[in-house]
């Protein structure tokens, strides 16, 4: 049993781009902007390709832990894999692309699954069809890029959004939110926030730098005990804390904090951590602290059941089903932390 209260918090970047796809930055300047945002852990995913773990290699940085995946990327459906996985040609089905992932013990994620792209700034849609597969990790519940582009419906919008980053985080895509509630009626679906981090270059100007979608989206990992020096056994635990949901989503610019937790408790001798799936029984109530006040807004099944305000939050579970939260903070109410779900079955 894990005591959430024990729990060790990181504060990860997932989905970032170097030069050796279609971002800008070369990994030492991208490790200093994850530095300098605060960030613990960095974790690249160049499309198709690994190359970034030649310059300078996974490993720790001052006290960020770089490591390194790949975004599998065919036209449509790209896949997110964090581990060790050689490269995978992006001609191949879905399908077998998520099982050559999971054969090397790597964790994969659907990327930006409701990405609508956008016609006014030329971004093409990404969204994933390919709805018959399974055997994935989870997807990206919310993903900064795609979020922050749905505010361009003109060009003077197009340039008012270069200036105001982070608008669009304050409500995810509830498209996104739908579909992963419906894939948790069916079994364990782990969801995480992408930066979708390129920081591109126009004319000179740096538009989206590193450091700016490092202080955006992240996904907070929680491991039962602390990472070890060596990055291959941290990235283990990381790994381990992905596939079991021992995972939050956190809008940074809304608040970093650490210290969210959220946990089920029966009768005071039982206690299962966010991701757990639990054979429904009478007597669980879902637990939950946070580190400021905030208002905890409780989903069963997809439809908000009730809403409470302050640091500490408990909810009986009265049926089975799919139980999560998100805390909103601030005069707005903007939506601060996701959780993942308890699983009631």
Known sequence: ?????????????????????????????????????????????????????????????????????????????????????????????????????????????????????????????????????????????????????????????????????????????????KLWDDWGRRRRVVGIGGTDAHQARVAGLRIFPYVVSFTGIRTHLYTAEPLPHDWHAAESLLLDALKAGRVSVVNAHVGRELGFRLWAERHGDRIEPMGSEICYSPGWKLCGLAPVPVLWDLYHQGQQRASETGTLFQWPITAPGVWRVVLRRGPKRAAWIYSNPIYMR
Do not use: K
Not at 155 to 161: D, E, F, T, Y
């Open 1 to 177: 049993m894990i005591d959430p209260l024990q729990w060790h918090e990181y504060r990860a970047v997932l989905h970032v781009h170097s030069r050796y796809s279609d971002g800008t930055g070369t990994v030492r300047e991208i490790i200093d902007a994850a530095q300098q945002a605060g960030v613990d852990v960095l974790w690249l995913t160049d499309h198709d390709t690994r190359q970034a773990a030649r310059e300078p290699g996974p490993g720790y940085y001052g006290h960020v832990l770089c490591l390194v995946g790949m975004e599998i990327t065919p036209p449509t459906n790209h896949y997110l894999a964090f581990g060790e996985v050689p490269a995978i040609n992006a001609s191949t089905p879905l399908a077998n692309i998520i099982r050559q992932v999971a054969a090397h013990g790597a964790a994969g994620f659907i990327a930006h699954p409701e990405d609508r792209g956008n016609v006014v700034a030329r971004l093409p849609s990404y969204r994933w069809t390919d709805r018959d597969v399974d055997g994935f990790t989870g997807f990206e519940i919310v993903n900064h890029l795609s979020d922050w582009s749905r505010q361009i419906t003109s060009l003077g919008r197009g340039l008012w959004a270069v200036w105001h980053p982070y608008r669009g985080l304050d409500e995810g895509s509830q498209d996104a939110m």
